[in-house]
């Protein structure tokens, strides 16, 4: 089956994913004393996924040569659409950065898992009434947030990670065994 074409991309994601671009390039980011050595800025990004709800992995390169690559942001959106209703939705670009950042410090192969990517206003809805933790304008209806965790990471340093990029809300939930990172305003909270 082959999903649906992409919608495309508003100018102000362009925009944000652009200055998202410039600071991983030039080293604006900020970085743990302990992270990799300072590198020149790669000519491509890719990200590894697996859905955990679905089953369905991805490696893809969605950024080369100084340009996203609608393709590959096509395919990201299909994987990381909710998955309880099918619907899809394009994944803020800023997001697909930090999620590249966050990988590249890590220096790993593995895929992030990812247990919740974008969400439907039903779906958000639905889990609000189950459940207080979750958000009544949740980031994740915009495509703006992802629930992950990364095998072989120990969460609590997943956690720290993306503490120290400053790149927008860090939510960490032991319990359920994830981390929730999105690029809205810089903040932290600790769930179940």
Same mark, same amino acid.
Do not use: C, K
């Given at each position: 089956?082959?999903?649906?074409?992409?919608?495309?991309?508003?100018?102000?994601?362009?925009?944000?994913?652009?200055?998202?671009?410039?600071?991983?390039?030039?080293?604006?980011?900020?970085?743990?004393?302990?992270?990799? =050595?300072?590198?020149?800025?790669?000519?491509?990004?890719?990200?590894?996924?697996?859905?955990?709800?679905?089953?369905?992995?991805?490696?893809?390169?969605?950024?080369?040569?100084?340009?996203?690559?609608?393709?590959?942001?096509?395919?990201?959106?299909?994987?990381?659409?909710?998955?309880?209703?099918?619907?899809?939705?394009?994944?803020?670009?800023?997001?697909?950065?930090?999620?590249?950042?966050?990988?590249?410090?890590?220096?790993?192969?593995?895929?992030?898992? +990812?247990?919740?990517?974008?969400?439907?206003?039903?779906?958000?809805?639905?889990?609000?009434?189950?459940?207080?933790?979750?958000?009544?304008?949740?980031?994740?209806?915009?495509?703006?947030?992802?629930?992950?965790?990364?095998?072989?990471?120990?969460?609590?340093?997943?956690? *720290?990670?993306?503490?120290? +990029?400053?790149?927008?809300?860090?939510?960490?939930? =032991?319990?359920? *065994?994830?981390?929730?990172?999105?690029?809205?305003?810089?903040?932290?909270?600790?769930?179940?």
């Amino acid at each position: 089956m082959t999903p649906p074409q992409p919608p495309d991309r508003t100018r102000r994601q362009l925009l944000a994913a652009g200055s998202a671009a410039l600071a991983l390039g030039s080293g604006l980011l900020p970085r743990r004393a302990d992270a990799l =050595p300072q590198r020149q800025a790669p000519a491509v990004r890719s990200l590894a996924f697996q859905n955990l709800h679905t089953g369905e992995t991805l490696r893809a390169v969605y950024w080369e040569q100084g340009r996203y690559l609608p393709q590959a942001l096509h395919e990201v959106d299909h994987l990381l659409r909710d998955f309880r209703t099918g619907e899809v939705h394009p994944i803020d670009l800023g997001l697909l950065d930090l999620l590249y950042a966050m990988r590249r410090q890590v220096g790993t192969s593995q895929p992030i898992q +990812l247990i919740s990517g974008y969400r439907s206003a039903a779906t958000n809805a639905a889990l609000r009434a189950r459940s207080h933790g979750v958000a009544r304008a949740s980031l994740h209806m915009r495509g703006m947030a992802a629930d992950i965790r990364i095998p072989g990471l120990e969460l609590s340093r997943l956690r *720290d990670l993306a503490l120290s +990029l400053r790149a927008g809300g860090v939510g960490f939930y =032991p319990r359920s *065994d994830f981390v929730h990172v999105d690029v809205g305003a810089v903040r932290r909270w600790n769930g179940v």
